[in-house]
Nanobody
Framework: QVQLVESGGGLVQPGGSLRLSCAASGSSFSVNAMGWYRQAPGKQRELVAAITSSGSTTYADSVKGRFTISRDNAKNTVYLQMNSLQPEDTAVYYC??????????????WGQGTQVTVSS
């Protein structure tokens, strides 16, 4: 019902930067908290960063000081600015959102994932 479309992944050298974006589309909905998760091969999916509707943010310790999450409520879009990327950041990054339908029903929606590869 609500689709999350991610973009911005790719291949980058260590120390480089990427900016991911995720836009929610559909009808009769609003978005509460949004976040970015990542999953590396053979590892569990982990929360990278999250942001509430009011702008409060949280980050995994491994990305603090390097990544910045932000959102544009008018566009139902969340961004993840990733600086000083390291090989250990290599993973599939997934967008997640808590969606409120018709102002009453809350659901979770996931994006399709976008590959981020950091390699020299």
């Amino acid at each position: 019902q609500v689709q999350l479309v991610e973009s911005g992944g790719g291949l980058v050298q260590p120390g480089g930067s990427l900016r991911l974006s995720c836009a929610a589309s559909g009808s009769s909905f609003s978005v509460n908290a949004m976040g970015w998760y990542r999953q590396a091969p053979g590892k569990q999916r982990e929360l990278v960063a999250a942001i509430t509707s009011s702008g409060s943010t949280t980050y995994a310790d491994s990305v603090k000081g390097r990544f910045t999450i932000s959102r544009d409520n008018a566009k139902n879009t969340v961004y993840l600015q990733m600086n000083s990327l390291q090989p250990e950041d290599t993973a599939v990054y997934y967008c997640n959102a808590e969606v409120l339908h018709f102002g009453t029903i809350a659901t979770r929606s996931w994006g399709q994932g976008t590959q981020v590869t950091v390699s020299s």
